[in-house]
């Protein structure tokens, strides 16, 4: 067991913590070599996801313990009775696979929707396009309910950076002012599904690099929420 | 002008607040017989909207105030420019519109998202079944942007009332064992697309009420986010 000073999580941290029974037991089913140690709380032992996470921390040599001081000094919601502590950890994206680009995403809540609507409509590869937000914060995981130790994802400091390594994939980069609309618009694979930031979405100096979309709504209002614009692309992206 | 106290929301309150300038701005454009008063910070004049917001309020009579130590009183976030008070309010649903209806909503965020999402794709009307979320609780309002007051909504203390007052609507019930895909089915107007509360889901005693509709994704995943499930269902409904 490698030893880590739990207190509450910042960002410069290199472990995080998975809040709850879900994403604790996605933990330890997809990442069990990154698993530093589970904690539980008397009360886990009602759910029989408890019992499923003991079985596979006994299976993969983890180290679990009761210990509900602990959970309350780092947990910021009274009722968690599981707490997996991990080390993070990288991914490279799969090449031919389908990607979502998220460019300077900035709301952990919809970080952590967009990640468990990949998961529904089998994404597995999301690219973060720096700045974003932390998708290790225990906000984000809690989000997700699990669904992001099921996908892979990279940072990149730039979109240009993204588009160069990638440089046969199609990008759909979704705009309030897209030339087409998404009912009308073809998926081939392999593609990528493209999303600004929360304020002030893509600008024009995104357009060249693929083909521009939108999603129809009505002109008297404000823009879909991005986690909804993002998960109605996938939707439709996949559902052919 | 009706005097009130001003004081931190809570649920009991006969009037309610908007938070930011864009819930007021809406607030004063849609409703403004229910206006009680408008406070804003100095800072709100960098912003164009305050001076919309302040030219609406001379049209309909309404009195505004700069005051920042009241609106640091009742505020949640620091930067907090502009508060709209207002009564609270009822609304009829339009009998001859489609209807969102949600059974049991909890979480104030995805309830605020859902109606954000209803005014972009032009449904009007929320029916809301009880036990359910407070939609005029400010986290709601601020979560729609302001698109609460370009909605109707109406309370139902069960869905059998809904029902029967809206026997002609045809009912399609969002499950996770759906009969029919969404993809494949078609929605003829008057219709109500009808949800569950976040965890459980809509029960089998709903599917005598219409067609029972599952939103395709993989089988290893938790369920879509309810804001999410619900907005696909829109975006699909209406993109014909």
Redesign the interface.
């Known amino acids: 067991m490698r030893d880590v000073r739990i207190k509450k999580y910042l960002k410069k941290m290199t472990y995080s913590y998975a809040f709850g029974l879900?994403p604790t037991l996605e933990l330890v089913r997809a990442k069990p070599t990154r698993v530093i140690k589970v904690l539980f709380k008397n009360q886990a032992n009602r759910y029989k996801e408890a019992e499923q996470i003991r079985f596979l921390c006994q299976q993969n040599n983890i180290n679990y313990e009761f210990n509900n001081r602990l959970i309350d000094k780092i947990a910021a919601k009274e009722n968690t009775y599981t707490v997996g502590i991990f080390e993070k950890y990288e991914d490279e994206l799969e090449p031919s696979a389908d990607h979502v680009v998220l460019v300077n995403p900035s709301d952990f809540?919809n970080l952590g929707?967009i990640v468990?609507?990949m998961?529904?409509?089998?994404f597995k590869d999301l690219a973060l396009i720096r700045p974003a937000a932390d998708i290790f914060d225990p906000k984000v995981i809690s989000t997700t309910?699990?669904?992001l130790f099921?996908i892979r994802f990279k940072y990149f400091p730039s979109f240009d950076q993204y588009a160069d390594q990638f440089e046969f994939h199609h990008c759909f980069l979704f705009k309030l002012d897209g030339k087409s609309t998404?009912?009308s618009t073809k998926f081939k694979p392999p593609f990528a599904l493209v999303f600004g930031q929360e304020t002030g979405g893509l600008g024009s100096d995104f357009d060249k690099f693929g083909t521009t979309v939108k999603?129809?709504?009505?002109s008297d209002?404000?823009?879909?929420?991005l986690?909804?614009s993002a998960?109605?692309a996938m939707?439709?992206a996949t559902?052919i």
Chains 1, 2 share one sequence.
């Open positions: 879900n809540g929707t468990r609507s998961s529904a409509f089998d309910t699990g669904a099921k998404l009912k999603i129809q709504q009505t209002t404000d823009s879909l929420n986690a909804i998960s109605i939707y439709k559902s």
